[in-house]
């Protein structure tokens, strides 16, 4: 038999639902803090660097559909941290992963850049010139707004945060 918990969408309502096994939750969510980390600083490297991959495809036809990849990917990602970690999480893993993107702006040794930013150009279509820094600053943006996001957003399984 299983615990019950209150429903909360009806006020003082003698209707009980059962509560969530924990086997409902993703595997991620049942690790000890230390690998919930691990996961998180992870999928932070991973959602930085092939943003940082993506976010020009497209763009220098004035269709930058890998902006928007690399903006849902990043935004999946820190739902996941979040959903994973809390606040605390998602702080880790906007951290991570816009060091992550700012590492890989950096020139290369040979002098090669991943993310060019910072040029102008008559012959160039706009979103070739200005996607880079869309893509900089917009990842930032997109994690903090996840931040300030209600936590009921990211239980998953009525797990309370």
């Known amino acids: 038999m299983h615990a019950t918990v209150p429903d909360s969408t009806i006020p003082n309502a003698a209707v009980r639902r059962p509560?969530?096994?924990?086997?409902?939750?993703?595997?991620?969510?049942?690790?000890?803090?230390?690998?919930?980390?691990?996961?998180?600083?992870?999928?932070?490297?991973?959602?930085?660097?092939?943003?940082?991959?993506?976010?020009?495809?497209?763009?220098?036809?004035?269709?930058?559909?890998?902006?928007?990849?690399?903006?849902?990917?990043?935004?999946?990602?820190?739902?996941?941290?979040?959903?994973?970690?809390?606040?605390?999480?998602?702080?880790?893993?906007?951290?991570?992963?816009?060091?992550?993107?700012w590492w890989l702006a950096m020139p290369g040794p040979g002098g090669d850049l991943m993310l060019p930013i910072g040029f102008h150009s008559t012959t160039m279509p706009w979103w070739s010139q200005h996607v880079g820094y869309i893509w900089l600053y917009g990842s930032l943006i997109v994690q903090v707004l996840l931040l300030v996001c209600p936590a009921r957003w990211f239980r998953i399984g009525g797990k309370d945060e």
């Open 19 to 101: 509560a969530p096994h924990r086997s409902d939750v993703p595997w991620s969510h049942r690790c000890n803090v230390f690998v919930r980390c691990l996961i998180t600083l992870l999928s932070a490297i991973a959602a930085g660097a092939l943003g940082t991959l993506a976010h020009r495809m497209g763009a220098s036809s004035n269709i930058p559909y890998g902006l928007v990849l690399a903006f849902i990917l990043i935004g999946a990602s820190a739902w996941c941290a979040r959903s994973r970690g809390g606040v605390l999480g998602l702080a880790l893993h906007l951290s991570v992963s816009y060091l992550t993107v």
